[in-house]
């Protein structure tokens, strides 16, 4: 099974910066796609970034220019720089990752616990 765990998350004024980490864990076969999404309080959960194992990025209109999306393999582990943070960035992140646990197993997504992302004024 695939563990995620997010961190990093926390209280910050507009303006300011948080960088969150994805740590995973357990079996992992391979990885095709990363990304962070996003849910605040009564509104839908929403792809903020994603990452492909070819590297390519995409990044949600609101947040482009902002944002960046990272990883290092060799911790297992991704990243989102937050920079320039701004009220209506406040929400629930969440890891995600599209990834098989063996070859001969289907992909599928594995989402970690959420991290809150608090910004005000």
């Known amino acids: 099974q695939v563990q995620l765990v997010e961190s990093g998350g926390g209280l910050v004024q507009v303006g300011g910066s948080l960088r969150l980490s994805c740590a995973a864990s357990g079996t992992i076969f391979s990885i095709n796609t990363m990304a962070w999404e996003r849910q605040a309080p009564g509104k839908q959960r929403e792809l903020v970034a994603r990452l492909t194992s070819g590297n390519s990025t995409n990044y949600a209109d609101s947040v482009k220019g902002r944002f960046t999306i990272s990883r290092d393999n060799a911790k297992n582990t991704m990243y989102l720089q937050m920079n320039d943070l701004k009220p209506e960035d406040t929400a629930v992140y969440y890891c995600?990752?599209?990834?098989?646990?063996?070859?001969?197993?289907?992909?599928?997504?594995?989402w970690g616990q959420g991290t809150q992302v608090t910004v005000s004024s």
């Open positions: 995600d990752v599209f990834a098989a646990i063996d070859p001969d197993s289907r992909f599928r997504d594995y």
